[in-house]
């Protein structure tokens, strides 16, 4: 149980272009999802909080118009990279957790590069 | 400021032997840690949970977390090369609304065959 699936796995695109990544539950609901970002050799960073039915929460620093997120059911929450550049490049894994828990579970991640 | 510090490595430990990973952080509040294992390349998953002061043991890994020092390790006997990977410390912190993880940058753990 606790299975989280990212599309896509990889994805690459060029400069100005917008990407979205989704992220499932499959076989539980989840009210509250995580994007996270990964750089090589580094932690995870957290960049928002995605809550089913409301705006994302968004950290410290990270655009909210550069990064959409959409959280329109219990099962999916949707992140668009909007006019990707170079340096937005990385790692991008979501998480989701299961009603009554705090446990996060990592879907697969999606690696972006962007030319 | 709400960290989560570990020593970066690499822990090189023989086959067979014990791993001891250790982590602290700074939020006295907090009250659910996690031990994740990332390989190179792929995604965290989850390794054990820990909320109450003590040791719990899952099989070849054990956590332990003593909250009074905000101190919280995990052990992994008889280690494998196939637990070469890197070990991520997380704490649940309240964030507002929802709780969220802070990660520690992970420790880098390499088991000598």
């Known amino acids: 149980g606790a299975v989280v699936s990212q599309h896509p796995s990889w994805v690459i695109c060029k400069s100005g272009t917008s990407v979205k990544i989704e992220c499932r539950s499959l076989?539980?609901?989840?009210?509250?999802m995580f994007w996270y970002r990964q750089f090589p050799k580094q932690s995870l960073m957290l960049m928002a909080t995605?809550?089913?039915?409301?705006?994302?929460?968004?950290e410290q620093g990270v655009e909210k118009d550069k990064f959409l997120i959409n959280h329109a059911s219990l099962t999916l929450s949707t992140l668009t990279v909007t006019s990707a550049h170079p340096e937005d490049s990385s790692f991008y894994i979501c998480?989701?957790?299961?009603?009554?828990?705090?446990?996060?579970?990592f879907g697969p991640g999606t690696r972006l590069t962007v030319l | 400021q709400k960290e989560v510090e570990q020593n970066s490595g690499p822990l090189s430990v023989p086959e067979g032997a014990i791993a001891s990973l250790n982590c602290t952080y700074s939020?006295?509040?907090?009250?659910?840690f996690f031990w994740y294992r990332q390989y190179s390349g792929k995604s965290p998953e989850l390794i054990m949970s820990?909320?109450?002061?003590g040791d719990k043991e899952d099989g070849r890994f054990t956590a332990q977390l003593n909250k009074a020092s905000q101190y919280v390790s995990l052990l992994i006997r008889d280690s494998q090369p196939s637990d070469s990977a890197t070990y991520l410390c997380?704490?649940?912190?309240?964030?507002?609304?929802?709780?969220?993880?802070?990660f520690g940058t992970g420790t880098l753990l390499a088991v000598q065959p």
């Open positions: 998480s989701a957790v299961l009603a009554l828990s705090d446990t996060q579970y």
């Open positions: 076989d539980f609901q989840a009210t509250t």
């Open positions: 995605s809550n089913e039915g409301s705006k994302a929460t968004y």
């Open positions: 939020d006295r509040v907090s009250q659910s």
């Open positions: 820990i909320y109450s002061n």
């Open positions: 997380a704490v649940n912190v309240y964030g507002g609304a929802t709780n969220k993880l802070i």
